[in-house]
């Protein structure tokens, strides 16, 4: 093994004290590289190459996987309405999988001996990063100086300290990871279960309280165009709601799930577009697509969903998920209209040229163009044959 050790960082405190730790305690040369998946300004990616080199680290570089990171995984998010215990549109869960493969192709191009990521030993990053490790790049010993050390984010802070590196306490009191599809916020009150995260702790704080409108357009599942303007690339369309929306304070909640350890774990996030999305295209769908095509896509979504939770981007099965999710989106084009409002959205309905509740088949509730009335004593009586058999069976057998 050589000294060299990449560095997956952030700029943020668990981060920093890994620098110096590996610099002060391993007596490693520290590579760090930032991988961007729609979380930084370029303002905030030079602020952290300047505090990168001043903590002393050998090289600094960033690396921006925004486009592959949607077309390799965002836009089958979409396609599978996928919400992580019908609630959580896996902002971090997703984006660690495209982090650590960036991290990890990094370490080869300068033949790194260690690759080192700032994950605590309670969490799913530390098996999502050391299993993306594994599989890329598995020559490369991994070090998890968080994990290893058992620290809390005190004691983080103090180590900082003693060796010169100033931390503003207020702002390390909350882990923040940002990406453009959401942002998760941990703090002390998601360590409980009975309590709630401040107003203050969230990065988007609402700014516009009148009513607005948005109209998404889908062609083949796909976001085509945001208010009537087309774009270049969906994540263009991703971004701009992003600010339109999170103005209301939209998007916010705090996910309880099941960690890959086995430990119930709680976040916070705020996710205004991602949601917005997720349900718009859904209701696209409900319009368009068949029962059995619903039926199915929600569990094979789950599947995905859960997978790509726990970290197995690898496993061929998601190739083969991915293609059924693309072939459901054949006829799932059209417009969707939301209404904003602060912390909440409505969706208001949609124009399709596939729509199946077309008035030409009949009218829901009220009158019908391709059936009688005795098609449907016919069916009625065929479609209830069975239950009706295995009622008279269960009933002679009771007298007997």
């Not at 997703?94 to 990094?106: D, G, L, M, P, S």
């Amino acid at each position: 093994m050589n000294n060299k050790v990449v560095l997956a960082y952030s700029g943020g405190l668990d981060t920093s004290y890994c620098v110096k730790y590996l610099t002060e305690e391993k007596g490693l040369e520290v590579y760090a590289i930032t991988v961007n998946t729609g979380g930084f300004s370029e303002e905030q990616l030079k602020a952290i190459e300047v505090r990168a080199k001043e903590m002393g680290v050998k090289e600094f570089v960033v690396r921006d996987v925004v486009k592959d990171y949607y077309e390799q995984c965002i836009k089958y998010l979409i396609f599978g309405n996928v919400l992580k215990n019908n609630t959580y549109p896996l902002s971090v869960s997703a984006e660690r999988v495209f982090q650590a493969i960036a991290v990890a192709e990094y370490a080869k191009e300068i033949g790194a001996g260690y690759i080192a990521h700032g994950s605590t030993g309670a969490g799913n990053d530390q098996v999502r990063f050391d299993m993306v490790f594994n599989i890329v790049m598995p020559e490369a010993g991994i070090i998890t100086p968080i994990r290893d050390n058992k620290l809390s984010r005190e004691e983080e802070i103090e180590y900082l300290k003693k060796h010169g590196v100033e931390i503003d306490a207020k702002k390390a009191a909350y882990s923040i990871n940002q990406g453009i599809w959401g942002t998760s916020v941990g703090g002390k009150e998601t360590l409980t279960s009975r309590h709630t995260l401040p107003e203050e702790a969230y990065p988007t704080q609402i700014s516009k309280t009148a009513e607005s409108e948005v109209v998404l357009e889908f062609e083949q599942g796909e976001l085509v165009g945001l208010n009537g303007k087309k774009c270049n690339h969906p994540t263009e369309i991703i971004i701009e709601l992003n600010k339109i929306a999170g103005a209301y304070a939209i998007g916010r909640d705090i996910h309880v799930g099941d960690t890959i350890i086995g430990i119930k774990g709680r976040v916070g996030f705020e996710a205004a577009a991602p949601l917005i999305i997720i349900k718009a295209h859904h209701l696209l769908e409900k319009h368009t697509l068949t029962k059995q095509q619903l039926f199915w896509k929600d569990q094979l979504s789950n599947v995905y969903g859960s997978n790509l939770h726990e970290g197995l981007f690898y496993e061929p099965l998601m190739r083969d998920l991915e293609a059924f999710l693309t072939s459901t989106q054949e006829n799932v084009s059209g417009k969707v209209f939301v209404k904003l409002q602060p912390y909440r959205f409505d969706l208001i309905g949609i124009e399709s040229p596939y729509d199946l509740m077309s008035s030409k088949f009949g009218s829901y509730g009220e009158m019908n163009n391709t059936w009688t009335g005795d098609d449907v004593k016919g069916f009625a009586k065929i479609f209830s044959n069975q239950m009706m058999i295995w009622k008279k069976v269960s009933e002679e057998n009771k007298k007997k």
